[in-house]
């Protein structure tokens, strides 16, 4: 079964920039989708950003030209580089890979806390 670990997360300032990781193992398949999702306090889970297994990659409005996001498609690795970090991007960011054969549906991991200061 596939096991979705994010890692990366923390306590940074305002214009500060974090990285995040996260790792899809237990399968040789490669996930059709991964991407970032966030939850900030109170708040429904909101898409950040995702990339497919074309290289198509998708931002949220909300942080087009802050955030980059890259996979490593071989390893179904995932990565969410976040630069002018604000304190609205506090929250809760959670990967998800999305296979559509082999261990077909969606996969979460627990999580990494972003916590941007002011």
């Known amino acids: 079964q596939v096991r979705v670990v994010e890692s990366g997360g923390g306590l940074v300032q305002a214009g500060g920039s974090l990285r995040l990781s996260c790792s899809a193992s237990g399968t040789l398949i490669g996930a059709k989708t991964m991407a970032w999702y966030r939850q900030a306090p109170g708040k429904q889970r909101e898409l950040v950003a995702s990339?497919?297994?074309?290289?198509?990659?998708n931002y949220a409005d909300f942080v087009k030209g802050r955030f980059t996001v890259s996979r490593l498609y071989a390893k179904n690795t995932l990565y969410l580089q976040m630069n002018s970090l604000k304190p609205e991007d506090t929250g809760a960011y959670y990967c998800?890979?999305?296979?559509?054969?082999?261990?077909?549906?969606?996969?979460w991991g627990q999580g990494t806390q972003v916590t941007v200061s002011s």
């Open positions: 998800n890979a999305q296979f559509i054969v082999g261990p077909t549906g969606n996969y």
């Open positions: 990339i497919t297994n074309s290289a198509d990659a």
